[in-house]
T-cell receptor, first 111, second 119 residues
């Protein structure tokens, strides 16, 4: 069973601080990794995608990938109250046929 | 670009009836659409993969006779929940991958979801 694991949280971070979200996956052959943000009652929206080891930055967001450790993370700098949401880690499996989601981490930014 | 429209956004039906949910790719063609289900405070669980012109591939534990999927064109896939029961109440979300964006690294584009409540 291919799995994607996340800490469910809630993760509480003060406004302006860095929020760090982590994810591990079991399929060593996975090549594509995605972070989605989901507000309550809404569909997920893509935040970042990453395919190579190392860091990828986009505005206040930085995705980090370490394939050897089967670990992917998302950093949110200068956290804002509007960042409060559930963040879903998603991994395309090695067969490339489907994307598997983690259970999500609930992030709360406190003013 | 890459807009996926899902209809209806919410539906309430009586136990035993059937409900059809539509998923359309508005500005692109999608050979593959995915149907997910999400229960409260849980993650998205893939139900089935829908390929245009062929039978859907269902995930283990998903009843293909209960959740009928039809992908008749490159822009439309439908999910019909047959003989719905209260335990089928959930948030159903479709997603699509663009025909010209079928690389290994392409993300999914999600519809807005359908909240199904079975009374």
């Amino acid at each position: 069973q291919k799995e994607v694991e996340q800490n469910s949280g809630p993760l509480s971070v003060p406004e302006g601080a860095i929020a760090s979200l982590n994810c591990t996956y079991s399929d060593r052959g996975s090549q594509s990794f995605f972070w989605y943000r989901q507000y309550s009652g809404k569909s997920p929206e893509l935040i970042m995608s990453i395919y190579s080891n190392g860091d990828k930055e986009d505005g206040r967001f930085t995705a980090q990938l370490n394939k050897a450790s089967q670990y992917v993370s998302l950093l949110i700098r200068d956290s804002q109250p509007s960042d409060s949401a559930t963040y879903l880690c998603a991994v395309r499996d090695s067969s490339a046929s489907k994307i598997i989601f983690g259970s999500g981490t609930r992030l709360s930014i406190r003013p | 670009g890459a807009v996926v429209s899902q209809h209806p956004s919410w539906v309430i039906c009586k136990s035993g009836t059937s409900v059809k949910i539509e998923c359309r790719s508005l500005d692109f063609q999608a050979t593959t659409m995915f149907w997910y289900r999400q229960f409260p405070k849980q993650s998205l669980m893939l139900m089935a993969t829908s390929n245009e012109g062929s039978k859907a591939t269902y995930e283990q534990g998903v009843e293909k006779d209960k959740f009928l999927i039809n992908h008749a064109s490159l822009t439309l896939s439908t999910l019909t929940v047959t003989s719905a029961h209260p335990e089928d109440s959930s948030f159903y979300i479709c997603s699509a991958r663009a025909l010209e964006d079928s690389s290994y690294n392409s993300p999914l584009h999600f519809g807005n979801g359908t909240r199904l409540t079975v009374t």
